[in-house]
C-alpha cells in the first residue's frame, strides 16, 4: 500500500518468506537426578516423538548426564539411528536411585530418632534447672546439625554434578550455529541445600530450639550463584531449555514415619520439609527454562504430549519490540493483538532486557489493509 493506503501494484503481493528455520533438539536425560522407576517413560516418550513428530529437517541429538554429558547421538537428521539408539541404550546401568522425598524422610527420621530426648533417664539434666535444659537442648541440636551437614554437603555435591554437566552441555552447544533447544527429563536438584536442612531440624525441634538464620548461614553453599551464571551462558549460546518434571504432585505431601504416634513441630507450625523440597527441585528446573526462553511442563502423565509441545515450541517464539532513537526517552509498551485462542505470551518485566540476537524465523502474519485517515492523523 502507498501513503494513501491504495495498492500499488493491481493487487499482486510479493511475499518473501525466510528460510524454515533448521530445528535442533537435544534430548537429555537427566538420570543422575531421578528415579529408576520414571526413566522407562522417558524413553517411551522420547521414542513417540521421533517416530511420529520427527521431520527429515530436524537435527536430534541425544544425551545422557553422568559426570559429563554423554552423547548417545551427535546431530543428525537420521530417523533410525536415533530410533535405534533410544531403544538400545541403558538409562539404570551404573546410575544409582536418587529421591529426594527419601532423603527428606530419612534426614527427618535420623534426627528425631538419635537426637532427641539425649541423656539416660537418670539424667537429671533432663527434670533440673534451665542450664540442664539448655544442655540438654544444646546437646540436641547439635547433633541434629552434623546429620544435616551430611545430608546437605550430599545434596550440594549432587548439585555441582548436574551444574558442570549442564555447563559442559552447553558450552558444547555453543560452537554449533542457531538456536538449539534442550528437551531435558528430569526430577530436580537442589540449588538451596541449607534451606532444605535446616527445614529438617525445624520440622523435630521448631524454631524454640533451632537458630534457623545461624544454621542456615553456616550450611550456606553457592549453588545459587553458580545457577544464574548457568542461565546468562545458555542466553550467550543461543541454548534454551524445556524441563520436563516428572516428579508426583504427592512427593510434597507427609512421608515420615515419625508421622505415626509422634508430636511433629510441623504439625503446629506448617512446617513440611518434603513440600519444600518439592518446590525446591522444581523451581531449579522452572528457573532454567524461564530464564533460557523455554518453558516448564509438570508431571508424568501424557508425558509424550509435552515432548511433541516442547519440541513444536521451537517455531513459537518470537521477539516483538522496538528500538528508541532517544535512550534517555521513557520506555513506552508493546502491545500484542492475537486471534489464535489458548496462546500463551509472555514478556520480560524488567525494562533492561538481555540482548537477543536476530535470526530468521518463520512468522506467519494476516495485514489488513489500512484505514485512510485525514491529514496529519497516525495511520491504523
Partial sequence: FDARGEMTDGGAADLVMPPRAVRRVILAFDVKNSKLNIREKWRQAAEDWVRTEMTDDDLVGVVIFRSYPFWIVNFTNDKTQVLHSLEAVSLDQGIQDRDKR???????????????????????????????????????TGCAYNIAEAQVQQWDLEANETLGTLRGLTGQLAAVAGRKMVILFSEGWVSDAATAGTQAMVAVFGTGKVDTSAIRWSLERDALRELNELHQTAKAANVSYFTLDTTR???????????????????????????????????????????????????????????AAAADSFYGYYIVGYYRTDPTARAGKVKVKVDRGKLDIGYPDKATLWPHRAAPVRLDLSIGRPSVQSAGVEQV
Wanted: net charge negative; charged share 35%.
Fill in 102 to 140: 527419601r532423603d527428606v524422610s530419612q534426614l527427618v527420621d535420623d534426627i528425631a530418632s538419635l537426637c532427641t530426648d539425649l541423656g539416660s533417664p537418670g539424667d537429671r539434666r533432663r527434670t533440673g534447672s534451665g542450664e540442664g535444659r539448655a544442655k540438654r537442648e544444646s546437646d540436641e
Fill in 249 to 307: 504432585n504427592a512427593d510434597g505431601g507427609f512421608a515420615s514415619s515419625l508421622e505415626r504416634g509422634q508430636h511433629l513441630a510441623y504439625e503446629k507450625a506448617g512446617i513440611n520439609p518434603w513440600s519444600e523440597m518439592n518446590w525446591e527441585t522444581r523451581q531449579t528446573l522452572n528457573a532454567l527454562a524461564k530464564e533460557t526462553g523455554g518453558r516448564s511442563y509438570y508431571g508424568a502423565k501424557d508425558l509424550d504430549k509435552k515432548v
